[in-house]
């Protein structure tokens, strides 16, 4: 595993809709987030992260599912679409991604670990779940999966100091 990034993303939406506008200005993703590499993604609001989430594919797919699901198999999508207009979007990816691995877990199993490792440091660092977190897998974590979310999550605290 090799996480890189973040690329920061701004996101201005309604409960229908979305536009991203990337560092550059851009109303995109590119390179490595339209490639099936596996991602974390991070939705923050004034630096606070308020949804963590993994996939495999590209993110432009993943935002569509988030925006448009009604329930279809007990997936309602992203709840803070319902609430307020605007949001930070971070994405980290695995430029090393491992094809399977041991017990048959699929590659992007790395990445969901990694998501459960922030997702607890940020229960333990704040007393409190991400606002909106609705679900979380879990696998065995090693050293350099509790490494990456403590990089991940000190960025976050970075992102409030400057602010």
Same mark, same amino acid.
């Given at each position: 595993?090799?996480?890189?990034?973040?690329?920061?993303?701004?996101?201005?939406?309604?409960?229908?809709?979305?536009?991203?506008?990337? !560092?550059?200005?851009?109303?995109?993703?590119?390179? !490595?987030?339209?490639?099936?590499?596996?991602?974390?993604?991070?939705?923050?609001?004034?630096?606070?992260?308020?949804?963590?989430?993994?996939?495999?594919?590209?993110?432009?797919?993943?935002?569509?599912?988030?925006?448009?699901?009604?329930?279809?198999?007990?997936?309602?999508?992203?709840?803070?679409?319902?609430?307020?207009?605007?949001?930070?979007?971070?994405?980290?990816?695995?430029?090393?991604?491992?094809?399977?691995?041991?017990?048959?877990?699929?590659?992007?199993?790395?990445?969901?670990?990694? !998501?459960?490792?922030?997702?607890?440091?940020?229960?333990?660092?704040?007393?409190?779940?991400?606002?909106?977190?609705?679900?979380?897998?879990?696998?065995?974590?090693?050293?350099?999966?509790?490494?990456?979310?403590?990089?991940?999550?000190?960025?976050?605290?970075?992102?409030?100091?400057?602010?």
């Amino acid at each position: 595993m090799n996480l890189q990034g973040p690329a920061r993303f701004k996101v201005k939406y309604t409960p229908e809709e979305k536009a991203i506008t990337c !560092e550059k200005g851009l109303p995109k993703f590119s390179g !490595e987030m339209t490639s099936k590499k596996p991602k974390l993604y991070i939705f923050s609001r004034d630096g606070v992260p308020i949804y963590v989430g993994a996939t495999v594919r590209s993110m432009s797919s993943r935002l569509a599912t988030g925006w448009t699901a009604e329930g279809k198999g007990g997936y309602y999508g992203y709840g803070f679409r319902h609430e307020g207009s605007a949001v930070d979007l971070d994405v980290w990816y695995d430029s090393d991604p491992v094809k399977l691995r041991e017990d048959g877990k699929r590659s992007g199993s790395d990445i969901e670990t990694v !998501e459960a490792e922030v997702v607890y440091l940020l229960r333990h660092r704040t007393g409190q779940w991400p606002a909106y977190q609705t679900e979380i897998h879990f696998y065995q974590s090693n050293a350099d999966h509790r490494e990456s979310a403590e990089r991940i999550v000190d960025f976050f605290e970075e992102v409030r100091r400057i602010r």
